[in-house]
């Protein structure tokens, strides 16, 4: 029983494949240049991409099970309903799509929608799927970690409702629990939702306290400049994607990213362990200078 992962040379994908190879699981990758791919032995490497559609067939040739992660580019919802109809044609009936929390509150945030776009087509569809749903990642904040430790701040304008933060690795691993749980089932599971959460919801002065605890002296939380983030972002990636994380900002600001009643507890039970802390990150940061 196969499992193929797609976005499988990112940050989660690659940490799935580890997840499933440590379980046992046959596990196929999909990767667009092969010569950049380094996964532990025994995995199967194919070349493809999630629009071009020959490609896809045929790495989802004698696949049981798919685990479809999406990188934010702009054309994210197209791939994803290609590689879904694909998938469907193909007799894929075990999938765990990557998601992200409250994508039917951040209607206006285009990678969100795109997003919640799809899982209606899951729905609608009928196709039996588990639909992950992370908050903000923890590993997010490794890009700003040198203006904590330079400048004394936490830039990041994630307000003061609260984030949920998570560490991808926690994602992977219930990514990998779950492909295994449907992989190995006699019949296709019926559809479920997991919110992926970290163990605190945090706001921006939460960040900072941590920081401050963390490196032993004052690192402020300067406020919500959702502007000058975007400003700031539009240094290193497209203006579209810098729009994108402005607008993706400015709904922590109004909204945060709040666990349901019992998403920890959940998690907690299925990792069978404590999820990974925004502390331990800032900690393990700290050490690394």
């Not at 929608?113 to 588990?130: D, H």
């Not at 605190?200 to 306290?209: K, P």
């Not at 919500?224 to 240094?235: I, S, V, Y």
């Not at 579209?240 to 009643?261: H, K, N, Q, V, Y």
Request: hydrophobic fraction near 45%; avoid cysteine.
């Amino acid at each position: 029983m196969t499992i193929i992962v797609t976005g499988a040379t990112g940050t989660v994908g690659r940490q799935v494949v580890e997840q499933l190879v440590k379980r046992g699981a046959d596990v196929r990758a999909l990767v667009r240049d092969p010569s950049k791919a380094s996964f532990p032995a025994g995995v199967d490497v194919v070349q493809g991409d999630l629009l071009d559609v020959d490609s896809l067939r045929s790495a989802f040739s004698g696949v049981s099970t798919l685990f479809l992660l999406n990188a934010v580019v702009p054309d994210e919802y197209t791939q994803a309903l290609i590689a879904l109809n694909v998938a469907r044609e193909a007799g894929i009936e075990r999938i765990v799509y990557l998601s992200v929390i409250h994508s039917d509150l951040y209607v206006n945030v285009p990678h969100f929608a795109g997003k919640f776009g799809v899982e209606r087509m899951i729905e609608q569809m009928g196709l039996n799927a588990t639909i992950l749903r992370p908050a903000y990642f923890i590993g997010n904040d490794v890009t700003i970690k040198d203006v904590v430790t330079g400048y004394g701040i936490y830039p990041m304008p994630i307000g003061s409702k609260g984030l949920a933060m998570v560490d991808t690795r926690d994602i992977a691993e219930v990514a990998a629990i779950e492909l295994i749980r449907r992989a190995q089932s006699s019949v296709p599971l019926p559809l479920d939702r997991i919110n992926l959460v970290g163990p605190d919801t945090l706001t921006g002065a939460d960040v900072a306290a941590i920081w401050t605890s963390v490196l032993g002296r004052p690192i402020a939380y300067p406020g919500d400049d959702t502007a000058g983030f975007e400003k700031n972002l539009r240094q290193f990636m497209p203006s579209w994607m810098a729009f994108d994380m402005r607008l993706m900002s400015e709904r922590f600001l109004t909204e945060g990213m709040i666990p349901a009643a019992g998403d920890v507890e959940r998690l907690t039970t299925l990792l069978g362990r404590p999820l990974r802390s925004y502390r331990d990150f800032a900690s393990e940061i700290a050490t690394q200078g």
